[in-house]
């Protein structure tokens, strides 16, 4: 199962040039007839705030690197298999985006979501041998999580725009912002205040709040909800890892 943490993170990155349209495809704002883009639904986080899968991608790597090295505990063994799992459903995302099956999207970041559940609860069961495990298994799979749970969001919310649900838009906006922060908490609480997570959900936020404070589509309710969101989680996160 090495080899396959391996081989499952060189195709994420591989998918995430074809998403970039570094070499080939479109960039993932620009397919699916634009259904992802910052300004697509109320909940799409400022183009900016997709940087972050630099440092995830960089995880990654770091990650196939770390567990194909002799000597890693048993907790590796119950995690290669999920890990991996993860990374390829993050390339099949990008693919369905790239082909346009929107409404595909949807059932692929579900998976992907659970996956990365799973993966949490797995590393709150064994402690990380030491700090270097920490940052790398436990930070890279944590801030993945917690983007994914901003991202599955701003998908879900896509599609349905695209099915052209679109009553009440600023209401369930500021309600879905409000799910989110919440299961940050959940996350927090259950994890004694694992950072990675939380610093996932925040970053998600508030660039969320940025696009609707001061980008392109512009909406004072959302825009607000979303910082005061992220703002709750930091608090909370803090708080509980302090405790």
Not at 20 to 45: R, Y
């Amino acid at each position: 199962m090495k080899v396959g943490v391996i081989v499952s993170a060189i195709a994420a990155v591989i998918g995430s040039f074809i998403g970039s349209g570094a070499w080939i495809g479109t960039p993932i704002a620009e397919a699916a007839g634009g259904a992802l883009s910052a300004t697509s639904t109320l909940v799409a986080p400022a183009g900016t705030a997709f940087s972050i899968w630099t440092v995830i991608y960089f995880g990654f790597f770091a990650y196939a690197v770390w567990q194909a090295l002799p000597g890693r505990s048993e907790r590796h063994l119950s995690l290669r298999l999920p890990i991996a799992v993860s990374m390829l459903l993050n390339a099949a995302w990008i693919l369905t985006i790239q082909l346009g099956l929107l409404w595909l999207s949807v059932f692929v970041i579900a998976a992907l979501l659970a996956v990365l559940a799973r993966v949490f609860v797995l590393l709150q069961q064994q402690r990380p041998e030491n700090w270097l495990d920490a940052v790398i298994t436990d930070g890279t799979m944590g801030l993945y999580l917690g983007w994914v749970c901003v991202a599955t969001i701003a998908n879900v919310t896509a599609w349905l725009v695209d099915l052209g649900v679109t009553g009440g838009a600023t209401f369930w906006a500021a309600a879905v912002l409000v799910v989110a922060a919440l299961v940050a908490v959940g996350l927090a609480t259950y994890s004694s205040g694992a950072l990675a997570p939380a610093i996932g959900i925040v970053w998600g936020l508030m660039w969320i709040a940025q696009g609707r404070l001061a980008g392109d589509l512009i909406n004072a309710t959302v825009g607000w909800t979303a910082a005061i969101a992220a703002l709750v989680v930091g608090i909370y996160t803090a708080v509980i890892r302090a405790s």
